[in-house]
Nanobody, 126 residues
Framework: QMQLVESGGGSVQAGGSLRLSCAAS??????????MGWLRQAPGKEREGVATIYNVRGNTYYVDSVKGRFTISQDNTNNTLYLQMNSLEPEDTAMYYCAAGVGSWCPRPIDKYNYYGQGTQVTVSS
């Protein structure tokens, strides 16, 4: 089992920055190859994958709309996943979720993760 708890969301103006954190706990996290990801869902839109990182090799993936602005990283000493978001745009407004998928399949479809967090809200005003 694994538990994921996100934090760091908030309201910012366009051009600002936020750093999201996802604290992971449970036996699965410490024993497995994992694909860790950030997903988001804007009002009235489908959930989409934003970024992923494979915990063993550190390979990263970003959706085109955030490339050059967002950075996904991990700190295995404190079991935390991060998403640094710079140059935020109103279109980035969404609920952001942390997700974990067991195995090396990374990136993967958003419905193929094994564990999901409850989400943290990000609101960007123009």
């Amino acid at each position: 089992q694994m538990q994921l708890v996100e934090s760091g969301g908030g309201s910012v103006q366009a051009g600002g920055s936020l750093r999201l954190s996802c604290a992971a706990s449970g036996d699965t996290y410490s024993r497995s190859h994992l694909c860790m990801g950030w997903l988001r869902q804007a009002p009235g839109k489908e959930r989409e994958g934003v970024a992923t990182i494979y915990n063993v090799r550190g390979n990263t993936y970003y959706v085109d709309s955030v490339k050059g602005r967002f950075t996904i990283s991990q700190d295995n000493t404190n079991n935390t996943l991060y998403l640094q978001m710079n140059s935020l745009e109103p279109e980035d407004t969404a609920m952001y979720y942390c997700a974990a998928g067991v195995g090396s399949w990374c990136p993967r479809p958003i419905d193929k993760y094994n564990y999901y967090g409850q989400g943290t809200q990000v609101t960007v005003s123009s």
